[in-house]
Structures are given as structure tokens and as C-alpha cells.
């Protein structure tokens, strides 16, 4: 049997699900032997599961359910670690914090947000990732698309928005596709549960990267997610969430009136489709 180790679950979305298994394992006091008698795996698969060096089986992840009575964690668990080609934080992102929030604050100094990205935009953004192929674009498009439901779902989450000024300039896809992803931001904006804030683009505070607060229920902490280009972090350690609040409260200083960003919104829209006439 492999030697227990500490994993990264931050990794992949395969080691998330080790991690996970290991944390559940042990919260009930089960060994891997233990967990093999249980299971239909061995004591040296369940190790290599752990750490993230094989996948599961559906009816492993089935039973894992039962056994743990956890009621489909580990099956969405395992259908994110099938669908996700991203990092395994933003996969406990999708799945655990975001579709639960009652509020979800957001700041993005460089792109429109993902959940108000047309699939048209969100394509030209996933094609600037080195070496990545068309099928690993399309399946980052299934990702986006699918977690757009939350617009719709019932209780709808309160939404606050901040977005950097200059994203709105910013040629991210050809001008036809600008427009039209001006066009339905400025849709988005009329929804009575979203507010998005324009941010001058001379905010200091902001540049330093992208994140996002959600608001749970029942008096739970707030959990933030720290974006980068290479990493990110979910946490609701009450430090690093109070940092995050006062650097939302600190960019939304420096923003627009929800009126007037929703005017520049909108002027954005003849704009670009000016420059796509002019093509």
C-alpha cells in the first residue's frame, strides 16, 4: 500500500477528490484497509486514489456516498473532476459556495465577469491560454455556459458587481463580438438582483487581481476566491475574508453610480459597433 502523503488537493481536480476522500475517510475513523473492506477497491487503489494518481469508478463514488452518507457529494465531485478541465478550487467554487450564496460580490479589473460573458466572448478568452486545444476550449465553454443558470435560478442571489472601466474598451474578441457582449451586459444590468459598478480605471487598490465574496446562509462566513492567471484560493479564514472586504470596500470607492455605469455601458455599444462597420 502506498505511503500516506500530503496532497495538494489545489492540484487538480483529481487530487481535490483524493483529498476529500482521505478527509472523509478519516473523520470516521476508517483506514484504507478498513475502507477496502467496505468498498469494492483495494487497500492500495483507495492510496492511489488519495493521492491523486488514479480515478475512481462510478460505483466507487457511489458507494463512497452511502458509506459517508453524504447525499452526491462525491458524485458531483466526480462529475466535475470529469467535466472541469480547470484547477480543483474553482471546482469547489462551482459546486459548493457559489450556488449557495445569498450574495456574491465580485471585482474584475480586466474582463467582463464570467457569469455576464456571451459564449462568443468567453471563446476568445479561452483561446489566449498557451498550448490549449480546441477540445479543452469547448469544454471550458460547457463549464461557462452551465454556470450561467445561476442568473435564473429561484432564490436569486443578490449580485454587487464591480468591473474596471477600460474593460469595457478592452478588444478582447473582434468588434462584432464586442458589441454584441456590450449589448447583453447592458441587458444583464437591468435585472433588479444585479448591480454592477464601473471602477475608474485610475483605482490603484484594484489591479492587483480578481475576486469574488459570497454571502452564505444560516449566519455561515463569508468564503471569498482570490483569482490569478495561475492560481486561486478559496477560503473563509475571518483575516483574509476582512482583507478582501476592505479592498471591495476600497475599489467600490472609487466607482461610478450604478446609473452612470450603466450609461457607459451602453455607450460602449455604438462604439464598438462603429469599429465592426469599419472592417
Known sequence: ??????????????????????RCRKRIGLSQPQ???????SPDMIGKIERGERPPSPEFVAQCDELFGLDGHFHRLYQFMLQTPGPAWFTRWLEEIEPRATVLRTWDPLLVPGL???????????RGAPGITPEEIEERLKIRMRRKALLEQEPLPMMWILIDEYVLQRPVADPEAMSRQMRYLAEVVQRPHVTVQLVAASCVTGMMSAFMIAQLPGGQP????????????????????????SRYDTI???????????????????IWERRAGST
Open 252 to 270: 467600490r470607492a472609487s466607482a461610478y453610480p450604478e446609473y452612470l455605469s450603466r450609461q457607459k455601458i451602453e455607450e460602449a455599444i455604438p
Open 35 to 41: 475502507l477496502g473492506e467496505r468498498t469494492t477497491y
Open 116 to 126: 455576464f460573458q456571451t459564449e462568443e466572448y468567453a471563446r476568445y478568452v479561452f
Open 1 to 22: 500500500m502506498g505511503r500516506e502523503r500530503d496532497l495538494d488537493p489545489n492540484v487538480s481536480p483529481r487530487a481535490f477528490f483524493g483529498s476529500e476522500l482521505r
Open 222 to 245: 463569508d468564503v471569498v476566491n482570490v483569482e490569478s492567471s495561475a492560481e486561486g484560493r478559496i477560503t473563509a479564514d475571518h483575516e483574509v475574508v476582512g482583507h478582501i472586504w
